[in-house]
C-alpha cells in the first residue's frame, strides 16, 4: 500500500511539470547554430508547385544547381506538385510521420494549419536577425537580400500570431483582362480605374440577345460577359474594400454580416440573364475571353500569357480565337480614389525535423530564392513580381519592364502590363490574417457566391429563408463558428498532450482504481472480523 500511496504522489507531482510542458510549448523562437557544420553532408528535400510550365522548372532546377555549386555539402532534391492544394494535402498527411519536406512553397493560411503541429514548423524571426545567416548575413555565400529589402507589406504576410513562419517568394495580385473591343462597341470607354457599377451595367447590356438566342454582341450563341476565377477573393476584396467584417488576426470570424447578403444579393441580380458566372460554375475565364464570349474575365496576373487574343499559352485551339484588343486594369473599386486589392502569391516556410544543423541548411536554400537572379528568371515567366526592392530596382528587371511587347512571349505585352498593376499599386495591396482555420474560411468565402449562383441558375428564390440556410449550411460545411475559427481544423492551439504525458495519466488512473481496490479489500476484511467477533 504504501509503495501504491507513493507511485500515486509521484505520479501527481509530475502532472504540473507535463502540462506546464504542454501548455507553454516555445513558439516563435529557433536558436540558430553557430556555424553550418562543413563536415556534413545535407540531404533536403524541396516542394514546389509548377503547372506545365518547363520555364519554370528549370530555373528551379538552375537555383539549386546554384546553390550547391556554392554549397556543395548541400544536397537539395525537388518534388514538383501541379497545385497548391495538393501540396497542402501531402504535408497535413506527413506531418504524424515526420516526413515533411524541408522546404515548401505554399501559403500562409496553410502555414497556420501545419502549425498545430508540435514546432513543426520553424519561426523565422530569429533566422531574420542572425548576424552571420539571417537576412544579408556576413557568412552568406551570396548575395541576399537584408530584411529591409523584403517589401513590407509582402513579408507582413507570413506573419502568423505575431512570429514571421514564411519569406515570400512571389507576388501577384489579380487583374481584369478586358476586351476592349466589345466594351466600345457598346458605346462605353474603359476608365482608369473600373467600378463594379460599371462592370455590372455592361455586363447586362453585353447580355443582350436576338430573338432567336443569339448575343448580339458576338453574333454567338455564347456569351458570359463577365467571369471571376476566383470567388473566394471575389468576396474578399468586396468586402475590404467597403471597410466591412471578414475576420480578426486572432481568428475570429466576421464575415456573415449584413454587407455580405447585400453583395450577394447584388451579385443574384445579375445571374437571371446570364450576365455574370464563376470559373466553377463555366470553366477558365480565358477560354470565353479568347475566343470573344466574354467582356471581364478576372484572374491572377499570374496567369496572364494565357488572356488575349494573341495570348502565348492556351487551352483552346488557335481556329477559336477571335481578335480584339485588350486592356488590363486592377479589379473593380466602389471607391476609386482609395482602391483596394488583395496581394497574394507563394511563400516558403521550412519545416523543423529535430536537426537545428539541417534547419540552417534549409534556411540557407530558403534564402537564395529570394536572390535576384531567382526572382528576376521567374518574376518573368508569368505577371508576378519580385518580393524584393533590390530585384525590382535592378537594371536586368527594368530592363526587362522597358521592352514591353517587343514579343508575345517573354515580354507579352498583356503579362507585363499585369505585373505592373501591382509594383504601382503597391499601397493599396492587402493582405488577410493567417489562424488555424483561415484556410477553410477563404473557402467559404467563395462558397457564399457559389451556391448564390446556382441557386439563382435552378431558379431558387434568394430572400430572408435562402440566406439562414445559405450561412448554416456553408458554417456547417467549413465547421465555423461564428465566433472564432479557433479548432476549425480539428486541433487545439496547443496541439494534442505528448505520447508520456498520456502515459502517465493512465498509470495514475491505474494506480488510483488499485488503491481503491486494496481500500475496499481491506474494509470487507474487517467487515469479516467484526462479524466473527459479534458471532
Known sequence: MKKLLALALLLVLCLPVLSGCHGSRKVGTFEVPQALDGTR??????????????????????????????YPNIHVNMRLYTDYGKIYNDVITNIATNTTPNVCITYPDHIATYMTGNNVVVPLDDLFASPKYGLGGSELRFDGPTQAEIVPQFLSE??????????????????????????????YAVPDVLTWDFIWEVSDKAAEKDADGVYLLNGQKVMIPFIYKSTDNMMIQMLRQLDAGYSTPSGEILLFNDTTRSLLETIAAHVPNGAFSTFKISSYPANFLNAGQCVFAIDSTAGATWMGSEAPLTDISRDKFVSFETAVRMVPQFDPAHPKMISQGPSVCVFNHGDPQEVLASWLFTQYLLSNDVQIAYASTEGYVPVTTCAQEDPAYLDYLARIGEDNSEHYRVKIEASRLLTDHVDAAFVTPAFNGSASLRDAAGQLIENTVKSVRRKQKVDDAFFEKLYSDITALYRLN????????????????????????????VVWVLIGIYALRDFLQKQRKDFSKRK
Open 41 to 70: 553532408d545535407f540531404e533536403l528535400v524541396f516542394w514546389a508547385k509548377n503547372d506545365t510550365n518547363k520555364t519554370q522548372t528549370e530555373i528551379y532546377q538552375k537555383a539549386i544547381d546554384d546553390f550547391q555549386a556554392l
Open 482 to 509: 461564428q465566433g472564432s475559427a479557433k479548432g476549425v481544423e480539428g486541433k487545439s492551439e496547443l496541439g494534442p498532450l505528448p505520447r508520456m504525458s498520456k502515459g502517465l495519466l493512465a498509470g495514475l488512473i
Open 158 to 187: 507570413g506573419v502568423i500570431g505575431g512570429t514571421h513562419y514564411a519569406l515570400p517568394y512571389m507576388r501577384s495580385t489579380e487583374a481584369v483582362y478586358i476586351n476592349k473591343t466589345f466594351v466600345e462597341k457598346l458605346g
